[in-house]
């Protein structure tokens, strides 16, 4: 699929006279490293309930930052006025930050190598950018999915959302690197909602958000038609759903559901900042200690598990990070075994022998970021993915194999402590599976378990059919706060003797 | 005076400039313009020094264009960066345009009416990295006597001065300052076997002390020379206003009138309608916002850049004053649009940007709740909250950096970490000690979202414990 190229009405825009004018004063002021990153980041948001539009609401931020180390210490600032007078001011605050920093700086900043990239250029995969699409257009879709959710007995209220980003930066630094990328996501989503007896609940759609185009809604890739026919009839089931019985499950697992598992106890545990201790103050640390890597069994054998920030459509996919890295993937899992880490340029310095096993200076595989011109780019998570089976089972090949168990599809609440041990997750709809089939469904069942527990009891991962590429916006890190998207592909997959519990009787009702 | 006889002498890049230019070049019917300059300094700090750090300077705007229709009225909103007239005038249009190909707005009303408030002229209040310059020097003495005595501090300091510009064209002009400022840091044994944590909020970093930080961290962390496994269960457990903060702005923020109305939270009547007016929690309960509360001050007028369940665009401007949600046990109020006011019948009572609980007749501190516990535990903090049942407003979450054993009256230890599940509205029945409201801070929406608040500590003797957790 080809894309389109980089906006022109972000290449009309003065990136590189700022830039050159920040990178002049900077090196002027004799730091050791200073990059420059000028971002336009535009935001549409459209809200429809009960066939009426809520609120369109359009938002696009437009700044940039220069981020500099000197004298062994990071410094950071932005600016909104797009002058080489603003830049070149804004470069010298950077270095006063830095400066103030150095005092209280015992361990010196470095940064791992990385080669030039000589003004490349990126842009993501897709068709039709949804910001060109007339927000009339987008609305009355929405509003007809809510229309034709509420034809649905058990409905008494429908709403359905639509959230579209396109992305713009350029980056440049002292050395050389020039980076000029575009990208583009979109999630849209609807839920229905109603009440039984004495019961209210709701059924949502388990599309997952994409890093693609209008086309996501338009071209058959997913069954949009087919979801917004079933989820009236699933949302009536589950009102009527008897409660789940609190105690040990065999579970298969679908891919809309296992992406946030996924990304709360691997994708976080595996960001090599978090395991050394810098967001500790904030999201925590990590069990997957360094001293861990190759030693833990993460999981099961059949557990695989890679970061890659190229796959097509992902949404962490770019071709270039915050820090002028050209992207790629690697193993982060290996036949159940901790054997890689998320790293940006900082970390891959502190732990060379990560990335340069023969003694070179390591490089970073690519995971920084910012949100916005407004932030300092940190170290984030790649598209981090379980691998499918070969020549795996199906879906249904899985379910057969469970004599007692529950099938869990989409996801809903989700929480893990702040060392990625601990989680506890509940989900759209829960199946009773018994002697190999389903057999309706239970309402009020959340899974709790450990990380490794869990994952060790993987007994098998589905086959590629199986796959899907799920993931989420709204991806919260660091301090000042920050919000990434990123995209986890998974296959279904069988765990046994997971704990379930009731959340009625948890609620102690 | 038309707004378009003034402009040529108001067309400049100042907040005021901005908004009214914004308002004299805008072609719809009506046009409310949002100005908001935004500056803010932070430290971050780990294992003992420095990390990322910075300076931030943004101008965002929203341009709100209503245009009438035959069948009511459309609203269009744009946001964006705006350091100029030009970049002013490209959001005008976007809003205009979008107002214009939107349809009529579910929440349409007439724009709140005014004139200039006494202070619209006076420009943005800033900040910066001086902020810290006695903070900043004591951190680094911090450093030095924790590495002295093996200890590794992790933390975050945070000042933020947004100064917000509201004109609409009826006429409001609205300007309020809000300071914002937190501090909080994480304190580890060397062997990373023990952790605790303090935080606060301030609004000028001329109340915090890194040293005496460090002090607390460190009798904190003595306080976990004795270990404790306890199994999960229903334990005696004495919240700190810290976690009676964390659980109460959950609390607050599923509190949406128009979502109770229809049918969908704790805050629903079964059968239709809402809980307004039953009593939900304990007698002498009040929870309420106010935004005059002395050290949480905040914006006296509604702001909303954008409509859904509980804000309208077309409430811009309205006045704020102190709104009771829970009054002695009864849900008084839920966040309101007017839009929502008149589907449920009930007042216009839109969210305020702070949180206050307390009981009556509490009094002491938390230390006098863990002098008079036999047995029980104290917490530091929660983490990782989430709803998991909108229908009891059941949470799921952790307790993080020091679960200690209170044994007749004294901390005698430190004890394994918790995942709780648990209804903030159902702890505020069951609790059976509070001690006086004082200023708190949530550790988990504190930094990002919501870092005014004043709570007790309480003490609720069958905190659900749902299992253990290894994080230390």
């Keep these: 699929m080809s894309a389109p190229g980089v906006d022109p009405t972000f290449t009309a825009l003065p990136y590189r006279r700022l830039g050159d004018a920040a990178l002049t004063r900077a090196r002027e002021l004799g730091v050791s490293h200073a990059d420059f990153r000028f971002e336009r980041v535009r935001y549409q948001h459209l809200g429809v309930r009960d066939g009426v539009l809520q609120g369109a609401s359009d938002q696009e931020d437009l700044g940039f930052a220069v981020r500099v180390i000197h004298r062994g210490a990071w410094g950071f600032a932005s600016g909104v006025v797009l002058t080489p007078e603003e830049a070149a001011r804004v470069a010298e605050t950077a270095v006063q930050v830095a400066l103030l920093a150095a005092e209280m700086t015992s361990t010196p900043v470095e940064i791992a190598p990385e080669p030039v990239y000589d003004d490349v250029t990126w842009v993501s995969s897709y068709v039709t950018n949804p910001l060109d699409v007339p927000v009339a257009e987008k609305a009355a879709l929405l509003i007809d999915w809510t229309d034709r959710l509420r034809t649905g007995a058990a409905v008494d209220h429908a709403s359905a959302y639509l959230q579209q980003v396109q992305e713009n930066k350029y980056y440049a630094d002292l050395h050389g690197t020039r980076t000029t990328q575009q990208r583009v996501r979109m999630q849209p989503g609807f839920e229905a909602m109603g009440a039984g007896a004495d019961t209210f609940d709701s059924m949502a759609s388990i599309a997952p958000p994409v890093g693609r185009g209008w086309e996501y809604l338009t071209d058959g890739s997913y069954d949009w038609d087919g979801e917004i026919e079933q989820v009236p009839e699933l949302l009536a089931e589950k009102l009527k759903a008897p409660s789940v019985e609190a105690g040990s499950y065999d579970l298969v697992i679908d891919p809309s559901n296992l992406w946030l598992t996924i990304h709360e106890s691997v994708g976080h545990a595996t960001e090599l900042d978090r395991a050394l201790g810098y967001e500790a103050n904030y999201a925590g640390t990590s ?223 | 005076m038309t707004l378009s006889a003034n402009i040529s002498d108001i067309a400049d890049s100042s907040p005021q400039g901005l908004v009214e230019h914004a308002l004299a070049t805008s072609t719809a019917d009506d046009c409310v313009v949002i100005v908001r300059d935004a500056t803010s300094a932070n430290l971050r700090w780990a294992n003992n020094t420095l990390t990322t750090n910075g300076v931030m300077h943004a101008v965002t705007a929203t341009v709100v264009s209503f245009v009438k229709r035959a069948d009511g009225i459309a609203a269009g909103s744009v946001t964006g960066s705006a350091s100029s007239t030009e970049q002013m005038t490209a959001l005008v249009e976007g809003a205009d345009a979008a107002a214009r190909a939107g349809s009529a707005a579910e929440d349409a009303a007439e724009l709140v009416a005014g004139e200039a408030a006494p202070d619209w002229d006076l420009g943005p209040v800033h900040t910066d990295v001086h902020v810290y310059d006695a903070f900043a020097p004591a951190l680094g003495e911090a450093f030095g006597r924790a590495t002295a005595q093996d200890r590794l501090l992790y933390g975050f300091v945070n000042h933020e001065l947004t100064t917000t510009y509201l004109g609409s064209s009826t006429g409001l002009r609205l300007r309020h300052v809000q300071p914002t400022g937190h501090y909080g840091c994480t304190g580890k044994t060397a062997d990373l076997g023990t952790s605790a944590w303090v935080g606060g909020a301030t609004r000028d970093f001329t109340d915090v002390d890194a040293l005496a930080m460090d002090a607390a961290l460190a009798e904190r962390l003595g306080w976990a020379t004795r270990r404790v496994e306890l199994p999960a269960g229903r334990y005696d457990t004495i919240l700190p206003p810290a976690a009676t903060a964390d659980l109460m702005i959950d609390a607050y923020w599923y509190a949406g009138a128009r979502v109770a109305w229809e049918g969908q939270s704790v805050y629903s009547h079964r059968g239709g309608g809402t809980r307004i007016g039953e009593r939900i929690v304990a007698p002498g309960v009040d929870l309420y916002s106010d935004p ?181």
């Design chain 1, 287 to 509: 069990f997957a200690t360094y001293d861990k890597l190759g030693k833990l069994q993460y999981g099961s054998p059949v557990m695989n598990v890679t970061g890659d920030r190229t796959v097509e459509h992902g949404l962490a996919s770019i071709g270039y990070d915050d820090e002028g890295v050209r992207t790629q993937s690697w193993d982060i899992v290996r036949d159940g075994v901790l054997v890689g880490y998320q790293l940006d340029r900082a970390m891959a310095h502190l732990k060379p022998e990560l990335t340069a096993p023969d003694g070179g200076p390591g490089r970073s595989n690519g995971c920084a970021y910012a949100d916005s011109p407004g932030h300092i780019p940190i170290q984030r998570m790649a598209n981090v993915s379980l691998q499918p089976a070969e020549d795996g089972p199906s879906t249904e090949e899985l379910i057969g194999r469970v004599d007692d168990g529950l099938y869990i599809v989409g996801d809903k609440s989700w929480s893990i402590d702040m060392q990625r041990f601990n989680f506890q997750f509940t989900g759209q709809r829960f199946y009773r599976i018994a002697n190999g089939e389903l057999v309706g469904q239970v309402r009020g069942a959340a899974y709790q378990a450990t990380t490794t527990e869990f994952w060790g009891s993987m007994e098998a991962v589905g086959g590629p059919e199986t796959w899907v590429l799920g993931g989420a916006f709204n991806c919260g890190k660091a301090q000042p706060g920050q919000v990434a998207s990123v995209s986890h592909g998974c296959p279904t997959s069988l765990f046994r003797g997971v704990r379930i519990l009731n959340t009625t009787d948890e609620a102690g009702h």
């Design chain 2, 292 to 472: 005059a509360y002395p050290g949480l001050e905040c914006a006296p007028f509604n702001v909303a850049t954008s409509s859904g369940n509980e804000s309208s665009v077309f409430d811009n401007g309205l006045p704020l004053a102190r709104t009771d949600w829970i009054r002695d046990g009864e849900l008084s109020a839920l966040l309101q649009t007017r839009h929502s006011a008149a589907m449920t019948g009930q007042p216009v009572t839109p969210a305020i940007d702070n949180l206050v609980l307390s009981v009556d007749g509490a009094t002491g501190s938390i230390d006098d709740l863990v002098a008079g516990t036999e047995r029980g535990l104290l917490l530091t903090c929660l983490w990782y909250i989430r709803e998991v049942d909108p229908q009891s407003l059941l949470l799921t979450g952790l307790t993080r950096d020091g679960v200690y054993l209170v044994e007749n009256g004294e901390i005698t230890g430190a004890v394994n970490n918790f995942r709780f599940n648990e209804s903030p509205v159902d702890l505020l029945r069951r609790f059976s000690h509070a001690s006086q409201t004082v200023p708190s801070f949530s550790r988990e929406w504190g930094d990002d979202y919501f870092s005014r608040t004043a709570t007790p500590a309480l003490r609720v003797p069958d905190f659900n414990m749902s299992s253990v957790s290894q994080a230390l």
